[in-house]
């Protein structure tokens, strides 16, 4: 079985411009997790996906983040304008929709470095 | 909101004897589940062993196990025989049971070495 994808693996950016993460989750699982790890730090939820609706974004920057999940699979996370404290690793994360399954599967994240 | 604190950020063992990684978390909820992953650096995020705040027995994994103390809201890690390839970050979990998004509140995490 195939791990959840994510990409690009690295990324350097200058402040105030934009970037996209894709997200490829493991066939078949219904919920959709970005994580923020910013260094020294534990992972912080930015936003989750069941199917392809938003079930929580409450921490999400809306002012210049944004996700969307088209048909309930892939996900892209977007930065814009990006900052420097935005410099983290981003974690894509899938699980299945069964109740009490409690596994959550994570990519191998973005590393994100805004200059 | 819940909580999870990690007060060791760093840790040290040698190889084949035991280390023990503390958490505490803060929850007012009486059902939830408990976690421990390990980060190695190539960032991958493994689950090692979860637990059930439910169930009074503690989880074991091999050679990894937990000494889950509900009432102090305790959640500690204990690593037997540790091997060079334990070397990695840990971070400590929260999920509600409650909750339908169940995304997971981590710790700060605690960076195990491990020495031959």
């Known amino acids: 079985e195939a791990g959840v994808a994510q990409s690009p693996r690295y990324k350097i950016i200058e402040k105030r411009q934009s970037v996209a993460f894709w997200c490829n989750p493991i066939s078949g699982h219904a919920t959709l997790y970005w994580y923020q790890q910013i260094l020294g730090q534990g992972p912080k939820l930015l936003i989750q996906f069941q199917n392809n609706g938003v079930v929580d974004d409450s921490q999400l920057p809306k002012d210049r983040f944004s996700a969307e999940r088209l048909k309930g699979v892939d996900s892209t996370l977007k930065i814009q304008p990006a900052k420097l404290e935005d410099s983290a690793v981003y974690l894509c994360?899938?699980?299945?929709?069964?109740?009490?399954?409690?596994?959550?599967?994570f990519g191998p994240g973005t590393r994100l470095t805004v200059t | 909101a819940q909580t999870v604190t990690q007060s060791q950020p760093e840790m040290s063992v040698q190889e084949a004897e035991t280390v023990t990684l503390s958490c505490t978390y803060d929850?007012?909820?009486?059902?939830?589940?408990l976690f421990w992953y390990k980060q190695p650096p190539s960032r991958q995020m493994i689950l090692v062993i979860r637990?059930?705040?439910?169930?009074?027995q503690n989880a074991t994994e091999n050679r990894f196990s937990v000494n889950f103390q509900k009432a102090a809201k305790s959640f500690s890690l204990k690593i037997s025989d540790s091997q060079l390839g334990d070397a990695a970050m840990y971070f400590c979990a929260y999920r509600r049971l409650s909750n339908s998004g169940y995304a997971l509140n981590f710790g700060k995490g605690t960076s195990l070495l491990v020495t031959p």
């Open positions: 637990q059930e705040a439910y169930k009074q």
């Open positions: 994360a899938s699980r299945p929709l069964t109740v009490n399954f409690y596994e959550q599967y």
């Open positions: 929850t007012s909820e009486s059902d939830y589940y």
